[in-house]
């Protein structure tokens, strides 16, 4: 197996490889603009209490990762690195919790090959290098879990027990102040399922349930006690309207079918998918001699996210990412006894996937639209291209060295070619960004601006916009995902295009942004002075001469 001086030489590869292009690319809207934008405007404002977007109160999410944004911002300067690096901290210090509660629970080598099939799974890296908050949530829900697994097992003692039954309380309210209510139900529904499939009720003592409860509240509570006392309307929109009703109703406008998930994990495990089957059905097989089962309950763990998300009434992909790092290991522990005939057709199914991807690359031009010029997409079939030639040969290689005995080497090849692969596709989508960013178009009217002089945004909004001005802006018309903030505060916004057109006669100087085929039709039912001083293909931007 790998030497200690080897483990820190491939530790110090990956994280070049992870942390290389965090920066690289420019903010794509809706997600990583709204989760810049927030924390900049804490700094900007010095309230670090009540969360805001554009100016309104933005209760949907907790504050946990826009304090740590905020801290990067006031560390390393406003930029697309800074607004990354939480996320990018999460998912490189998830990968090295794999390993070290892979060692522990089931010895070496198994941590390793678990934390090799997570810091190379499609979904765990592109999610890792991508500004929302499901890979901090990821970390400490999977922190959580893995510290009830170390407690559990059967040689822990009493002491040693009760330090990980309260890191286990402390990570879950670290992943209430993430995202919400998740970081705690799903924890606890795990533990639920397996002493009621275990029949073993003496499990609950050993869960520390009032010390760890009061750990629990004395984290998580403050802030929501905090903010609910400075904004009344806090508590029942976010305990009701963002977890109660985006379960139940469709409000939010992201239905899928129920099977949604099952071709979100086979292609976000990419590319161990050959080995998830396996991997799933060994852990359900009961460990002689032991009472607790760890890989057993980390499966249950695994099926909790899987089957709550996928009733749930509003799913996105990235939403089963908190059970990565449990499935990664318990692939791991799958490959460290697997022999050269699935690592090789692991290998070879990665093959022909990359060979597939280099094959439909050049196709990515016919889903050209009127957002998304063929000219872009064009730019980013040779990113594409790449991807899949990383994943094909390095998949080669692993193949060659599986048949040759070696699955520790053929194992790190295919985890290195899918890191790689992931991290080409995911910079060369900067070759998009024109059609989902506003960092592009601000840049040619910077030089313009001044912080006092009005900014109009007509019928559209793009959170990326926000971040790149540095400043709010007052929305026309278009209430994008306010429509509940500003009710709250709607002398913040202007109705419709006629108060805007008072609006902008009434200023010496203003901004306005539209999209590109509003214009036209605003002027000649609003006959006010514009002149044009920038223009994509998206939009244009104006200024009252």
């Not at 057709?345 to 094959?359: D, E, M, P």
Request: charged share 15%; hydrophobic share 55%; with cysteine.
């Amino acid at each position: 197996m790998i030497s200690r001086r080897g483990l820190w030489l491939l530790l110090a590869v990956f994280a070049a490889v992870w942390f290389c292009n965090l920066g690289y690319r420019h903010l794509f809207k809706p997600d990583e603009g709204r989760y810049a934008e927030i924390p900049r405007e804490m700094t900007a404002s010095g309230d670090w209490l009540t969360p805001r977007l554009n100016g309104f109160k933005y209760f949907e999410k907790p504050a946990l990762q826009y304090w740590a944004t905020a801290a990067a911002f006031g560390a390393f300067g406003q930029n697309e690195w800074a607004a990354r690096l939480w996320p990018g901290l999460a998912g490189f210090f998830g990968v090295l919790l794999v390993f070290w509660a892979g060692n522990r629970l089931f010895g070496p080598p198994i941590g390793l090959y678990g934390a090799l099939v997570a810091a190379s799974s499609a979904m765990y890296v592109l999610i890792g290098h991508f500004l929302s908050l499901d890979m901090a949530l990821a970390f400490f829900m999977s922190a959580s879990v893995f510290a009830i697994a170390l407690a559990q097992r059967d040689e822990s003692g009493d002491k040693e027990r009760r330090r990980w039954m309260l890191a286990a309380w402390a990570a879950a309210a670290l992943a209430v102040l993430s995202k919400g209510l998740v970081g705690i139900v799903l924890p606890a529904g795990a533990v639920v399922l397996y002493v009621l499939i275990e029949r073993d009720r003496e499990r609950w003592a050993r869960l520390h349930l009032l010390p760890g409860g009061l750990l629990f509240l004395a984290i998580a509570a403050p802030w929501f006690v905090a903010v609910s006392l400075a904004n009344p309307e806090f508590f029942r929109f976010f305990f009701i309207h963002e977890h109660v009703d985006r379960f139940l109703t469709r409000e939010h406008d992201r239905y899928e079918p129920l099977w949604y998930f099952v071709p979100v994990l086979f292609l976000g495990i990419v590319p161990w998918v050959v080995s998830l089957v396996p991997a799933l059905w060994s852990a359900w097989a009961r460990s002689p001699g032991t009472r607790f089962q760890p890989r057993r309950f980390l499966l249950l763990w695994c099926a909790v996210v899987f089957a709550f998300f996928s009733a749930s009434s509003s799913k996105l992909g990235s939403y089963i990412l908190p059970m990565f790092p449990a499935l990664a290991l318990l692939v791991g522990h799958t490959l460290a006894s697997a022999g050269p005939r699935i690592a090789t057709a692991q290998a070879a199914v990665a093959a022909l996937l990359g060979i597939a991807l280099i094959a439909a690359a050049p196709y990515a031009v016919r889903h050209a639209a009127g957002d998304l010029p063929a000219g872009l997409l064009a730019g980013y079939v040779p990113w594409l291209t790449a991807a899949g030639s990383a994943l094909a040969v390095a998949a080669m290689l692993s193949a060659w060295l599986a048949l040759r005995a070696r699955p520790a080497a053929a194992a790190l090849a295919l985890a290195f070619g899918g890191l790689v692969s992931v991290q080409a596709a995911g910079s060369g989508h900067e070759e998009l960004s024109p059609a989902y960013s506003a960092y592009h178009i601000v840049q040619k009217i910077r030089d313009q601006l001044t912080p006092d002089v009005p900014f109009y945004v007509v019928n559209t909004f793009d959170h990326t916009l926000l971040f790149y001005l540095g400043r709010t802006v007052t929305m026309v018309s278009n209430k994008d995902e306010l429509s509940q903030p500003i009710a709250w505060e709607p002398q913040k916004f202007l109705p419709d295009e006629a108060a805007f057109a008072r609006a902008w006669q009434a200023d010496r100087e203003a901004f306005a942004m539209f999209n590109a085929d509003d214009l036209a039709g605003f002027l000649r039912d609003h006959p006010v002075p514009m002149q044009i001083v920038a223009r994509d293909s998206r939009r244009i931007v104006v200024r009252k001469p």
